[in-house]
């Protein structure tokens, strides 16, 4: 192992780009492979509560602290008719699931759903089929969900065991509706039409309702920034929140390139917070929208026909991706920019939760915590308060797709209230040891009182059921304040978290 030239990292809490929204740690679970069956929901595990959730499942989406859930889809929503998830599950329809080809046993709905948000303390946000279902359909589910009894859909979840509304805030208008591959895909202008009405609908149903529209389902898509501009300049007054949706790859084999993405991240928030900025010029508007980056996370390696298939069985395996050291360190810098871009961008789920593209991976027996577990586990616990502008001096390195890049990725966080300061460092090095020094510049901190890494030598490897606990974050020694500087020596291939008491 080598070392590279030092580095230094300036801090000043007064340097703020915004408020964390606590919703940038939420998660996305779908009616999908085996996310909801034999993921959130096996009856048949022998970890399964009297509701049928897993108590091993939940114990772990509630260590990872998701803020909000997204559900039920994803390209499922398009096609569900969510009147027949509720009810008496013995008279709950078997139906061919079209967007994944499985058989959809609708034992798992939307009190199911709530159900288990109230398990892991997490808000519900829904999404409404806007592929084959009306604004009636879209207005009904509000209805259902937050009206007081008294009215035929309130009073239906009122005979479904749950009297009080469940007060759900959050509502996404769709799912990639841009995507020819989506369930009753629109073009720009019939999506922002029919959004808008769904929209005027589910308000008059319950005003405190915030929405999310669709956005381009990738940067990739040939319709973007164009989509946004369209649906956004049609809906701007209506909505809250404008998704994002990317999925990281390293299919070219090209680990350097691969592990400075975040600059494809930033350019992504860049241009479409450049569009919300020209839609409220252009409509003269006094309101804002904000980025909700509702499907986030890396998914190349499981991608081949059978694993978009479901062969009309019940919960097959689908999109099973197995995670890595180099796709976890992608994750940790992911959320570097969601602290970096924290003034535009205020939800941002991970896609999904257990066993499709998932941190967490599931056996009826078993469970499993892939890499990209732990840099989502120390952000959700630690990021918080105001982040940080840093300055950052680093040597850097060349890559054949983003040219000329900095070793270290970096953000931070300041916590007035909690007296903390938090650091997020990714080393992209893949074989030199970066000396940092750290300078507070407007505050002398006490002490630096946490300090976690994971790191390792091989960019590929994996936990494995075999070997579960090969790569985890473990405690460093955590380095002295001496008059308000520290000095650590980063290991190539890492991520380090550091807690500061203030
Ligand atoms: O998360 C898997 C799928 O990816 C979702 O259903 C869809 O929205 C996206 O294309």
């Known amino acids: 192992m080598t070392q590279a030239r030092p580095s230094r990292l300036y801090v000043d809490t007064k340097r703020v780009i915004g408020q964390i929204s606590p919703l940038l740690f939420s998660g996305f679970a779908e009616h999908m492979g085996r996310c909801i069956y034999q993921g959130i929901y096996d009856p ?26 997204r559900y039920p889809g994803g390209n499922f929503v398009s096609g569900y008719r969510w009147e027949d ?32 948000c109230r398990e892991i303390d997490t808000e519900p946000m829904l999404a409404v089929n806007l592929g084959t279902g009306s604004i009636q359909d879209a207005a009904n589910l509000v209805e259902y969900c937050n009206a007081p009894v008294g009215s035929k859909y309130a009073d239906l979840r009122a005979a479904n065991s749950q009297r009080d509304p469940y007060g759900v805030k959050y509502w996404c208008l769709g799912n990639e509706m841009d995507g020819p591959w989506q369930i009753g895909h629109l073009d720009a202008a019939e999506y922002g039409t029919k959004a808008l009405e769904a929209a005027k609908l589910m308000r008059l149903q319950d005003s405190s309702i915030e929405l999310a529209l669709c956005g381009s389902s990738s940067s990739k898509m040939p319709t973007y920034p ?31 390139s691969y592990l400075s993405l975040s600059a494809a991240f930033e350019d992504y928030v860049d241009t479409v917070a450049a569009v919300l900025r020209y839609v409220k010029a ?24 059978s694993d978009m298939r479901g062969d009309w069985t019940e919960a097959p395996h689908l999109i099973e991706e197995v995670y890595n050291l180099e796709d976890a360190l992608v994750v940790a810098q992911w959320l570097n920019v969601f602290l970096r871009k924290a003034d535009v961008l205020k939800i941002a789920c991970i896609a999904q939760i257990v066993n499709v593209i998932a941190p967490i991976l599931t056996k009826r027996n078993d469970m499993l915590k892939q890499t990209i577990y732990y840099p989502l586990l120390m952000f959700s616990q630690m990021a918080s308060g105001a982040s940080l502008d840093l300055l950052v001096e680093s040597p850097r390195y060349e890559t054949k797709k983003f040219g000329d890049m900095p070793l270290l990725d970096v953000s931070a966080a300041y916590d007035a209230a909690a007296g903390q300061n938090t650091i997020f460092i990714v080393n992209r090095s893949q074989t030199d040891r970066v000396p940092l020094e750290i300078n507070w510049q407007d505050i002398a901190p006490k002490r630096i009182s946490s300090a976690h890494q994971l790191a390792g030598h091989d960019p590929k490897a994996a936990n494995t059921w075999d070997n579960p606990n090969q790569l985890t974050t473990q405690a460093i020694y955590a380095p002295r304040i001496i008059d308000g500087k520290a000095e650590l020596s980063l290991p190539p291939l890492s991520f380090t978290a550091l807690g500061v008491e203030v």
């Not at 501009?229 to 084999?253: F, P, T």
């Not at 252009?282 to 026909?305: F, I, M």
């Open 226 to 256: 164009e989509w946004d501009r369209i649906s956004l300049e049609l809906c701007w007054e209506q909505v809250n929140y404008h998704s994002m949706h990317y999925y990281a790859d390293n299919q070219d084999g090209d680990t350097a």
């Open 282 to 305: 252009k409509t003269c508007s006094k309101h804002d929208v904000y980025l909700s980056w509702d499907e986030w996370n890396v998914w190349y390696k499981a991608r081949g026909q």
């Open 44 to 69: 048949a595990s022998p970890h399964a509560n009297e509701n049928g959730l897993r108590q091993d499942v939940l114990a772990a989406l509630r260590e990872l602290n998701y803020r909000s859930m």
């Open 85 to 116: 998830g509720i009810g008496p599950k013995e008279n709950r329809p078997s139906l061919r699931e079209l967007a994944w080809q499985s058989i959809e046993s609708n034992q798992f709905g939307t009190d199911e759903f709530m159900q288990f």
